[in-house]
């Protein structure tokens, strides 16, 4: 996919190093959360620091190709909003398609989403 990507932005003349350093680097936070642990339901939310790893991340990775230190620093072209708004939405589908594919290999009596999941076990001395 992000070899696609850049051959896409080389046959219209965008700075394709910078295309996919920012698809690379925002598909695999995609990836990272796509396949963190299911959570059963009612249960406290996730992994916080996750979520801010991932957004910290995202920030730093798009201030990659907008901030002009970070560019120089990094050797990467600036994008346009509309070219950084397409490398977001392809970057998304590896994540996306992760997470349905996880979701349709696991059987209904594995889940632990709440929907059919298993019981929890008490242990009573």
Do not use: E, H, K
């Amino acid at each position: 996919m992000v070899l696609g990507v850049g051959v896409v932005a080389a046959d219209r003349d965008l700075p394709w190093q910078s295309v996919v350093f920012v698809v690379l680097g925002l598909a695999q936070l995609g990836v990272a959360l796509a396949v963190r642990a299911p959570r059963p339901a009612g249960a406290r939310r996730g992994n916080p620091g996750l979520l801010v790893a991932v957004a910290v991340s995202a920030l730093l990775q798009v201030g990659g190709v907008l901030f002009t230190p970070l560019r120089d620093l990094l050797g990467t072209d600036p994008l346009a909003p509309t070219v950084l708004l397409a490398c977001a939405v392809v970057s998304a589908l590896p994540g996306l398609v992760l997470r349905l594919a996880r979701r349709r290999s696991t059987p209904p009596s594995d889940r632990v989403d709440g929907t059919n999941g298993p019981r929890s076990l008490t242990f009573r001395p």
